[in-house]
């Protein structure tokens, strides 16, 4: 004979425990234990030896007659011809067998992976509605300093016909009677394992509990209709490629008077120029005369609102990285500005006269450079002036 179990420890209950003691414990430990909510498949290998246990525990306290059994002969009397058959395994999500268990599955499984676990389940109660995501373009300054912009979006708005009951005005909703009301039902399916009950979504009433009579002509016993609409949005300043403006209430109509959902607009910005962002700070390429990086002196540079005058120092190297203070993008939702970076690029020039080329060439020599000038002739100047 095998090893008694003790099944009240395994639920981590006493043994004076209630059915809602009983019930508490077993829908805690299902939703822990359950195999499909494990990371890893060593996690699952063990967790579906734990589950099994829970199941067997609960299916055999939670029956009064069975339990007593249990009580008096311990976790072995079925051997004693008080009964036989196992007490339900894990099986993808099967349902328990003959014990009489009232746990609804799909609401443990709808805990464990964040509710609406079944796509046909539908709740019986006020229910959100749902939300839409849309694109909207923006230029570069107008995500650097805000705007305002016009969106277009088709949404399930509330039929004004039947507010949103989906009857046709001056008809009944009624009780289902397949369902009694509670939008489940229980299903018994024999098999040569055994019997096995799972309870579903009424396919009657889709689990809403309530049966339309005459539904509403507009609608079709949605309660919604679709509209589209148009939405002016103020875009903050400082916003980034990617990130999302939240329009709350503005989203799908909700169902049973629940709330409506919500809207999030995501930006994708368009590239600048001359600039590069990165945060709030950005970045150009700033190309000055050979002479301005010798000498130093002031150079003009961009900037968000336009051209500025920047101070450069005398012997400036090419790929020097200059910052300037409050030039950069605005802070989101808050106060100062980033920064803009910029780097100096020498800006050789490609064509020099013969007096120029003379003084470069004699600015050379003073630094002990040796400088080879060719001396233009005739046919260059003719083939300078077609190029």
Same mark, same amino acid.
């Given at each position: 004979?095998?090893?008694?179990?003790?099944?009240?420890?395994?639920?981590?209950?006493?043994?004076?425990?209630?059915?809602?003691?009983?019930?508490?414990?077993?829908?805690?430990?299902?939703?822990?234990?359950?195999?499909?909510?494990?990371?890893?498949?060593?996690?699952?290998?063990?967790?579906?030896?734990?589950?099994?246990?829970?199941?067997?525990?609960?299916?055999?306290?939670?029956?009064?007659?069975?339990?007593?059994?249990?009580?008096?002969?311990?976790?072995?009397?079925?051997?004693?011809?008080?009964?036989?058959?196992?007490?339900?395994?894990?099986?993808?999500?099967?349902?328990?067998?003959?014990?009489?268990?009232?746990?609804?599955?799909?609401?443990?499984?709808?805990?464990?992976?964040?509710?609406?676990?079944?796509?046909?389940?539908?709740?019986?109660?006020?229910?959100?509605?749902?939300?839409?995501?849309?694109?909207?373009?923006?230029?570069?300054?107008?995500?650097?300093?805000?705007?305002?912009?016009?969106?277009?979006?088709?949404?399930?708005?509330? %039929? &004004?016909? *039947?507010? /949103? #009951? $989906?009857?046709?005005?001056?008809?009944?909703?009624?009780? =289902?009677?397949?369902? !009694?009301?509670?939008?489940?039902?229980?299903?018994?399916?024999?098999?040569?394992?055994?019997?096995?009950?799972?309870?579903?979504? %009424? &396919?009657? *009433?889709? /689990? #809403? $509990?309530?049966?339309?009579?005459?539904?509403?002509?507009? =609608?079709?016993?949605? !309660?919604?209709?679709?509209?589209?609409?148009?939405?002016?949005?103020?875009?903050?300043?400082?916003?980034?490629?990617?990130?999302?403006?939240?329009?709350?209430?503005?989203?799908?109509?909700?169902?049973?008077?629940?709330?409506?959902?919500?809207?999030?607009?995501?930006?994708?910005?368009?590239?600048?120029?001359?600039?590069?962002?990165?945060?709030?700070?950005?970045?150009?390429?700033?190309?000055?005369?050979?002479?301005?990086?010798?000498?130093?002196?002031?150079?003009?540079?961009?900037?968000?609102?336009?051209?500025?005058?920047?101070?450069?120092?005398?012997?400036?190297?090419?790929?020097?990285?200059?910052?300037?203070?409050?030039?950069?993008?605005?802070?989101?939702?808050?106060?100062?500005?980033?920064?803009?970076?910029?780097?100096?690029?020498?800006?050789?020039?490609?064509?020099?006269?013969?007096?120029?080329?003379?003084?470069?060439?004699?600015?050379?020599?003073?630094?002990?450079?040796?400088?080879?000038?060719?001396?233009?002739?005739?046919?260059?100047?003719?083939?300078?002036?077609?190029?």
């Amino acid at each position: 004979m095998a090893e008694s179990k003790d099944y009240y420890q395994i639920l981590g209950v006493s043994k004076d425990a209630t059915a809602d003691d009983l019930k508490k414990a077993y829908r805690k430990l299902a939703k822990q234990y359950h195999p499909d909510a494990q990371h890893t498949e060593a996690d699952k290998k063990n967790a579906e030896a734990k589950f099994k246990e829970i199941n067997e525990a609960y299916s055999v306290l939670s029956d009064d007659t069975k339990r007593a059994q249990y009580d008096r002969f311990g976790s072995n009397f079925e051997q004693a011809g008080f009964g036989g058959g196992s007490y339900g395994s894990y099986g993808g999500f099967g349902g328990f067998d003959g014990f009489g268990m009232d746990i609804d599955l799909e609401d443990i499984l709808g805990s464990v992976f964040g509710g609406g676990f079944s796509s046909s389940r539908k709740s019986s109660g006020p229910t959100k509605g749902a939300d839409i995501r849309t694109t909207l373009n923006l230029k570069f300054e107008e995500a650097a300093f805000g705007v305002k912009k016009e969106i277009n979006i088709t949404r399930n708005e509330k %039929c &004004d016909t *039947c507010n /949103g #009951s $989906g009857a046709k005005p001056g008809s009944k909703i009624i009780t =289902c009677d397949k369902c !009694g009301g509670r939008g489940k039902i229980q299903v018994t399916q024999n098999t040569i394992m055994g019997s096995f009950s799972t309870v579903r979504t %009424c &396919d009657k *009433c889709s /689990g #809403s $509990g309530k049966v339309i009579q005459t539904p509403c002509e507009k =609608c079709s016993g949605k !309660g919604t209709v679709r509209k589209n609409r148009k939405i002016e949005i103020n875009v903050p300043a400082g916003i980034d490629n990617g990130q999302a403006i939240p329009l709350r209430g503005e989203g799908d109509a909700g169902l049973k008077g629940g709330p409506n959902g919500d809207i999030y607009v995501v930006v994708k910005v368009g590239s600048h120029k001359y600039f590069r962002r990165e945060g709030y700070d950005i970045f150009a390429n700033v190309r000055v005369p050979f002479a301005k990086m010798v000498l130093g002196g002031d150079i003009k540079i961009p900037t968000l609102e336009g051209e500025m005058e920047f101070s450069i120092p005398e012997g400036t190297s090419s790929g020097t990285k200059f910052r300037v203070k409050d030039q950069g993008i605005p802070i989101l939702n808050g106060k100062g500005r980033g920064v803009l970076e910029f780097v100096v690029d020498v800006d050789v020039p490609k064509k020099l006269n013969d007096e120029q080329r003379e003084l470069l060439k004699k600015f050379a020599q003073s630094f002990g450079d040796e400088v080879n000038v060719k001396k233009k002739s005739i046919f260059d100047d003719i083939k300078s002036k077609f190029n």
